[in-house]
C-alpha cells in the first residue's frame, strides 16, 4: 500500500510540511469544539443540579472521557496511524457534543453525564492532534512543529467563547436551552474536524516514519537520518542503546509530570473561574470573553514558545511554565470578583503557563521515545494527563464549596512550584539524550 511505502527524506519532508498545512486546517475546526463546550459546561452542571459543589462534574467526566479516548486514540494510532486514531475520536466527540445538547433539551442528568463522557473524546483528540506534526520533524525542530498545531487551534478557540451568546439565541429560537447551543457549534466542529484528518491525511505522517525506520533498521543502517528522525540520541552500540533507553524512561517520566502539574493547575482555576464571575454579577458575554481571552494565552503565543523551547531548552521553559502559573494563582485569589480586567488578566497568566508546560512537556515526550512506542506512549501520557485534569475539576468545585475561589487559586499556585524539583532531578540526570537536546 502507498501509506507504508518507504519515501526519500525529500518526500518525507514535503509530506511533514503537507501534514502541518492539513493539521492547521482541523484544528481551525477542533479548536472552536473544544472551547465551546468547556465554556459552558460548568453552568449547564449547575443548572441541571442546583449545587456549585457539583458544578464540577461537567468538567470531571469530559476529562474523564479524555482519558478513555486518549488511551484508545494512541493504540488504534499505533496499530493504523494517525488518520485512522484522529477521525475516530473527533467524530466520538461530536456524538457527545449532541448527546448534551439532548440532555439539555430532555433535562436530563443521566443523558448529560454521558454526553460529557464521550464528549471528552474530541478534546483528547484536539491536544493529540499536536503529535502528528512531529512525526516527520527533525529533532531540532519538534518543538515547533508542536506550537504550529497549537497555534491554529487559537482562532477556533477563540472564536468558540465568544459566540456562546449568539449560539445561546440561536438554541433557543429553536426551543432549546440557551445553554445548549455552543454544544451544538462543538458537534459541527469536530464533525468538521475528523472530516479533514479522514479525507485529506494521506499518506500518513506516523506509518511513513514508522515504515522508513523500520526499512533503515532492515537494511541494517546504524544512526542515519531517519534513525536520526525517530529518536534524537538512538545512534551507536549495544551500550549506547541502553543509554539512550534510560535517559529515554526519565524523559517519558519528566515530561508527563511538567504536563499532568500544569494541566491540575490550569483545569481547576478555569472550571470554577465562570461561578466565581457568575456570583460577582458578570454577564455571560464578560464570562465568554474572560474565558475566550484564556484559550488565547493557552494557543496563540505557541510559536514563540516553541522557537523557545528548541533554543533555550525544555528545563527552562517548564520553570518559566511554573513561575507564570504561580503568578496566575496570586492574580486571580487576590483580585477584586468584581473587576472583569483582573480576572481577564490571571486567566491570560494561566493560561500561558499552560502553554508553556504542555510545548515544552510534548518535546521532552517526543525526544524521548521511538517509532516502536511512540504512539502508544503518547496516547498513555495524555491520559494520566486527562485523569489530572479530571482530579482538577473535580476537587476544584469542592475547594471553592468547602473554602473559596482563593483557596482554590492559592493551591493550585503551589502545586505548580513542584516542577521546580522535578526539572532539577531531570537536569541532574546528565543524560546525552537530555544534554542534546538542552544544549547542556
Not at 459546561?41 to 472521557?65: I, R
Not at 473527533?90 to 454526553?115: M, R, Y
Not at 502528528?132 to 468558540?160: C, K, N, Q, W, Y
Not at 459541527?188 to 474536524?193: E, G, I, V, W
Request: charged letters at 10%; hydrophobic letters at 55%.
Amino acid at each position: 500500500m502507498k501509506e507504508i511505502q518507504v519515501y526519500t527524506q525529500a518526500e518525507r519532508r514535503a509530506i511533514h510540511k503537507r501534514t502541518l498545512v492539513i493539521v492547521v486546517i482541523a484544528q481551525l475546526f477542533g479548536g472552536a469544539g473544544l472551547a465551546s463546550g468547556i465554556t459552558v459546561g460548568a453552568l449547564l452542571a449547575q443548572d441541571m443540579t442546583g449545587s456549585d459543589g457539583l458544578a464540577g462534574l461537567s468538567t470531571t467526566l469530559f476529562t474523564l472521557g479524555s482519558a478513555l479516548s486518549a488511551f484508545a486514540v494512541g493504540r488504534l494510532t499505533q496499530r493504523l496511524g494517525r488518520r485512522a486514531g484522529l477521525t475516530a475520536g473527533f467524530f466520538a466527540g461530536a456524538i457527545g457534543a449532541l448527546g448534551v445538547v439532548a440532555a439539555a433539551v430532555w433535562d436530563s442528568l443521566p443523558l448529560l453525564l454521558l454526553g460529557m463522557l464521550v464528549y471528552g473524546a474530541g478534546t483528547s483528540t484536539n491536544l493529540q492532534a499536536r503529535y502528528a506534526g512531529t512525526d516527520l520533524a527533525e529533532p531540532h525542530r519538534r518543538a515547533r512543529a508542536v506550537s504550529i498545531a497549537m497555534l491554529t487551534t487559537t482562532f477556533g478557540a477563540v472564536a468558540g467563547p465568544n459566540l456562546v451568546s449568539p449560539m445561546g439565541r440561536l438554541a433557543a429560537d429553536w426551543g432549546a436551552p440557551a445553554l445548549a447551543g455552543p454544544f451544538m457549534l462543538a458537534s459541527a466542529a469536530f464533525a468538521l474536524a475528523g472530516l479533514v484528518f479522514a479525507i485529506l491525511l494521506r499518506p500518513d505522517p506516523f506509518l511513513v516514519a514508522k515504515a522508513s525506520a523500520e526499512a533503515t533498521t532492515a537494511a541494517g543502517e546504524g544512526g542515519g537520518d531517519v534513525a536520526g528522525e525517530s529518536r534524537g540520541g538512538e545512534q551507536g552500540g549495544a551500550a549506547d542503546a541502553a543509554a539512550t533507553e534510560r535517559a529515554g524512561n526519565r524523559g517519558i517520566v519528566v515530561g508527563a509530570a511538567v504536563m499532568l502539574i500544569t494541566q491540575i493547575v490550569m483545569t481547576a482555576v478555569m472550571t470554577m473561574t465562570p461561578l466565581h464571575m457568575k456570583h460577582h454579577g458578570h454577564s455571560l458575554d464578560m464570562v465568554g470573553l474572560t474565558i475566550g481571552a484564556h484559550i488565547a494565552a493557552m494557543f496563540l503565543p505557541s510559536l514563540v514558545t516553541g522557537m523557545l523551547v528548541d533554543k533555550i531548552g525544555r528545563i527552562a521553559m517548564s520553570c518559566a511554565g511554573a513561575a507564570t502559573l504561580l503568578c496566575a494563582a496570586l492574580v486571580t485569589a487576590f483580585a477584586p470578583g468584581d473587576s472583569s480586567a483582573w480576572m481577564i488578566f490571571g486567566l491570560v497568566l494561566l493560561g500561558l503557563g499552560w502553554n508553556f508546560g504542555l510545548i515544552s512537556g510534548t518535546a521532552v515526550i517526543v525526544d524521548a521515545t521511538t517509532l516502536r512506542t511512540r504512539a502508544k506512549t503518547q496516547g498513555t501520557v495524555d491520559v494520566l494527563i486527562s485523569l489530572a485534569g479530571a482530579a482538577g475539576g473535580a476537587l476544584s468545585g469542592a475547594v471553592v464549596a468547602l473554602s473559596s475561589f482563593a483557596a482554590l487559586s492559592l493551591s493550585g499556585g503551589a502545586l505548580a512550584l513542584l516542577l521546580l524539583p522535578v526539572m532539577l532531578w531531570y537536569r541532574r540526570g546528565g543524560s546525552r539524550a537530555a544534554g542534546r537536546s538542552l544544549g547542556a
